[in-house]
């Protein structure tokens, strides 16, 4: 199993991103898929979440209206694509996968994704 994460880098304030979430070693149809960020300092908070049973999506209310998350099964990844970034979304973005469907009251809950990434880095400056 492996999940790799890219795309991170530097972007200027309002500007846009997209990160991709690449599974290997199992069916990602099966799994929910989660990004999570941990800026320094401060514990890993769930971002937003793809749900695998009936394609729902759940945000953070601070990237509500600004990240999408979407799926494409055929290739194996989850983007999430971030426009009008600030200052604040500055952290390590990390992928996470759970076996089944997410809740919209439990997706940001870590424990209850089995694999994790390795993280890319974000960094909103100007």
């Known amino acids: 199993v492996q999940i790799v994460e890219s795309g991170g880098g530097l972007v200027q304030p309002g500007g846009s991103l997209r990160l991709s979430c690449e599974v290997s070693g199992f069916r990602l149809a099966d799994y929910s898929i989660g990004w999570f960020r941990q800026a320094p300092g401060k514990e890993r908070e769930g971002v937003s979440c793809s749900n695998s049973v009936d394609g729902s999506t759940y945000y953070a209310d601070s990237v509500k209206g600004r990240f999408t998350t979407y799926r494409d099964n055929s290739k194996n990844t989850v983007y999430l694509q971030m426009n009008s970034v600030k200052p604040e979304d500055t952290a390590v973005y990390y992928c996470?996968?759970?076996?089944?469907?997410?809740?919209?009251?439990?997706?940001?809950?870590?424990?209850?994704?089995?694999?994790w990434g390795q993280g890319t880095q974000v960094s909103v400056s100007s």
């Open positions: 996470a996968a759970d076996l089944g469907g997410a809740t919209s009251i439990g997706w940001p809950v870590m424990y209850e994704y089995e694999y």
